[in-house]
């Protein structure tokens, strides 16, 4: 495979979509296009642009072969369909909104990826889940739990490029776009 595939990874309310949708311009530059993803959740839900599945079309299109990769969380199933590897062969890099949990069996498949883990400080983190309003406090907590064992251990025996996110969001557009080869101004996002 040519192309790059750049694996961004982060718990939820971490800013990974607001992150894509403000570097998307930049990447696509770099000949870089971010890859929707299949998630069993309605299409009209408020986030990332993704195509909404039921559950059983989701297993009906895993068992066809139609992912690249795909993995459950969070009681959702997500996928990434092999149009990443059609792109990636003809040498185009791709951006994939990843899991974290996931990481090892994509690394499996694609060796090469670049991970980059979305980080934010707790306060921050709990403050942005409050806001978005999705989950109970009782749910917060836990998500901030799992995000704190998780940083605790490694989900990968090589590196894993952190991108902090609790401040300015075009400082982290900036390293992103840094680590995978672009160098632009704050003032182009």
């Known amino acids: 495979m040519d192309g790059k595939l750049i694996y961004l990874m982060g718990p939820s309310g971490s800013g990974k979509d607001s992150l894509i949708e403000a570097a998307r311009v930049p990447l696509r530059a770099l000949n870089c296009e971010v890859m929707r993803r299949v998630i069993t959740r309605s299409a009209e839900s408020v986030g990332e642009d993704a195509i909404g599945v039921t559950p059983e079309e989701f297993e009906r299109r895993e068992r066809a072969g139609d992912f690249s990769l795909a993995w459950r969380a969070n009681g959702l199933s997500y996928g990434i369909t092999v149009e990443m590897d059609q792109r990636l062969n003809a040498g185009q890099h791709v951006l994939v909104n990843g899991s974290r949990a996931n990481l090892r069996q994509a690394l499996e498949r694609y060796p090469a990826l670049l991970p980059v883990l ?61 680590l995978i080869g672009i160098n632009v101004k704050p003032d182009q996002i």
């Not at 409050?130 to 998780?150: D, K, P, V, Y």
């Not at 025996?157 to 902090?164: A, E, F, M, N, R």
Request: without cysteine; glycine residues 4%; hydrophobic residues 35%.
């Open 118 to 178: 979305l980080t934010v400080r707790n306060e921050v983190l709990r403050e942005r889940l409050l806001r978005r309003g999705r989950e109970t406090l009782e749910q917060i907590e836990e998500r901030l739990a799992r995000n704190a064992l998780f940083k605790d251990r490694r989900s990968s025996d090589g590196p894993v490029y952190h991108i902090d996110n609790s401040g300015n969001l075009a400082e982290a557009v900036n390293d992103l776009l840094r």
